[in-house]
């Protein structure tokens, strides 16, 4: 047999080559079409009109809010396509608050659909909450618009206190009943204006013709150390003698414009003393209190409490019943007689509920305001003792 010589090989060698890469070009081209830049073209695709939102800010800085203060921003949404752009509500952070979205007949909806060309306004707004310190919250709405599906608005800033109060109670633990005090409070402000005073009262009317009150602007010095403070006052609370004795519970309402108006009530709480004094069984010294308790209608209840005098007034003093609530309080004042070397005279008050008497409820809570005893003493610096009472009559079946 006789072998094809080198030249009869390179020919069908070189045909069988072209051949095979033409298949192989064929079907690559078959299964991938071509693209610019590779010497081939991409088929066309269909191209329709298209919402595209366009929003100008999305970042809105409030600067410092008050706490408790409100603030509030408005974005504009437009559309850019040409087809209408359809937005709703999407989620917002917890102190985040967006409003219904802006009608132009002056309405709201949930939802909207912007013409090609038109906008809206998107109001985003905020309440200051917590102590205070940088926030940052957030407000999104969904779009039709395929490019942007959603859209984020974030708001951010600095939340201050309204005003600082220090401090923030009035507390005289031990006040004699024949001498005054005197007690100052700071109140420094951090609203767009410096505070204007307009009233400061006591408003526990029982007591309120002892206490004399007045307030005094703060200087520049005094608003050095508070950061961010816009203005601020001193409230004087002063008290003459002669209050009664017992517990001291007052509230001091102080009103003032910023320009908002503001209302603070700094509690005035302690006990008055003297030459009066009180001691018993049912007698709460921690409180203040005549605590009488549940009292069965049926049994009835006797106690005694007694009133202890001493100083130059004590002969002075015979106690004389001029208040009793409930009225079903029987209060009896027994003679006077000295203790030990006779410093100190001990006055007897026999307490009694009869059997048989209305039910009431004299707890000393919000709904059930506690009951009193009120004595005309005859002592020239305590002429008035309260004796808070607290109980309840109940009826037994």
Known sequence: MRLPNAWAVAVIAACLGAAIGAGTASLEAALR???????????????????????PETLFNFGTVGVGGKGDHEFVIRNAGDAPLEITRGATSCSCTVSDFEEADGGSAQARIIPPGGSTKLRVQWR???DGGPFRQQASVSTNDPRRPQVAFVVEGVVIPTYRVSPPIVTWPKLSAGEGAEARVRVVTFGREPPVVESIIARDDKTSQFYSLASTPLGEADLAT???????????????????????????????????????????????????ALAGAAWDASYGFLSLDTVSSRKGLNTTLFLTVKGPHRQEVRPVIRERLPASLEVVVGEGRPVGSGNVIRIPLTITIPPGVA???????????????????????????????????????
């Open 226 to 276: 508070d950061t961010g403070a816009t203005g601020g006052f001193d409230v004087t609370v002063a008290v003459r003698s002669g209050l009664p004795l017992g517990p001291l519970r007052q509230t001091i309402q102080v009103v003032w414009r910023m320009p908002e108006e503001v209302s603070l009530d700094i509690p005035v709480e302690g006990s008055v003393t003297g030459d009066l």
């Open 359 to 397: 039910p009431a409820n004299h707890m000393g809570t919000p709904q059930a305001p506690a009951g009193r005893i009120v004595l005309d003493t005859g002592h020239p610096d305590s002429p008035t003792l309260v004796i808070p009472v607290r109980v309840a009559i109940i009826e037994d079946e």
């Open 128 to 130: 200051g909450k917590g």
């Open 33 to 55: 079409p071509w693209r610019a830049g590779d010497f081939a073209a991409t088929p066309r695709r269909a191209t329709g009109a298209a919402p595209a939102v366009e929003v």
